[in-house]
């Protein structure tokens, strides 16, 4: 299948639903739905059949295939969620969900396909954003979590070495596991504010130093792995990445002398990296 017929996307997190459809280079966004991931599971599954019909609707009867992007754990070839101690999807742990995504829209029988939501943030952003032009791309997703995906040339590359790329964020550190303390949801934890509340909150004058101290630890963390797998530039996406400019000073300083530079496709990247990866590369 080509990317120059539509595919509609999801791109799930643990805070929101993003939709689109991708046609060739182009993504067009759709309507965000909460994602309310730590609520019962036909709540969850809901939310999902929610998504995928505003998506489908996107492009109407032109949708050749839904491509969906998620956290993991997740069996994306089975389809089957295995999220568990990561405070979000818990309730759907052990799902099938192209079974149940089937059950509550009209997709009928167009293919679904599930990709990892690091890989496909990552290729999103070494193809078309801020990773265009390096050769050997980290992209690290700060958000409910903390995502990682490494990509040569815009391919992706699942392991260095012992090194798993998408289990760095299982790694600890001197203030405790890097997903629990590293993410958007540490920052809030540090902030003592909800994470609804977190883009005022990391705006106000009074949370400067937490939040340049919270980048100087991201880049303390990430300067011995983008030395580990040899990475010619990091980029910082994820929700957190909009306040960039308030932690982004301190995370350089430490990652140097790696460039690191923000993403740049917002919502878009996850979207085109995950119709890419779904129906434009080869399963792995």
């Known amino acids: 299948m ?112 599930f990709v990892h939501d690091n890989d496909a943030a990552g290729v999103g952003e070494a193809r078309a954003g801020a990773g265009v032009g390096y050769g050997r791309v980290l992209t690290i997703t700060l958000g409910t979590g903390v ?14 070495g012992d090194l798993t790329i998408e289990l760095l964020a299982m790694r600890p550190t001197e203030w405790g596991r890097a997903d629990d303390v590293l993410s958007a949801r540490g920052l809030a934890k540090r902030l003592n504010v909800a994470m609804a509340d977190l883009p005022q909150a990391v705006a106000d004058p009074s949370s400067y130093e937490i939040v340049a101290d919270h980048g100087h630890r991201v880049g303390t963390f990430l300067s011995p792995v983008a030395k580990e797998v040899d990475a010619d530039v990091v980029v910082i996406g994820g929700g957190l990445s909009a306040a960039f400019d308030r932690f982004g000073p301190s995370l350089r300083e430490a990652l140097h002398p790696v460039e690191c530079l923000p993403a740049t496709l917002g919502a878009r990247g996850p979207l085109l990296g995950a119709a890419q990866l779904a129906f434009s590369t080869p399963h792995r």
């Open 147 to 160: 995502g990682s995906c490494l990509t040569e040339r815009g391919q992706l590359v699942d392991k260095v």
């Open 2 to 113: 080509m990317l120059t017929e539509p595919i509609a996307v999801l791109d799930v997190g643990g805070s929101f639903i993003k939709t689109g459809v991708v046609r060739g280079a182009a993504v067009e966004l759709g309507a965000t739905f909460p994602a309310l991931s730590t609520a019962a599971a036909e709540v969850v599954l809901g939310q999902l059949a929610s998504a995928t019909t505003a998506a489908l609707g996107l492009g109407g009867d032109s949708i050749v295939g839904l491509a969906i992007s998620v956290p993991g754990p997740f069996d994306i070839r089975a389809g089957v969620a295995l999220m568990s101690d990561v405070h979000k999807f818990e309730s759907i742990y052990e799902f099938e969900l192209r079974h149940e995504i089937r059950a509550r829209t009209a997709i009928a029988d167009l293919p679904i396909e």
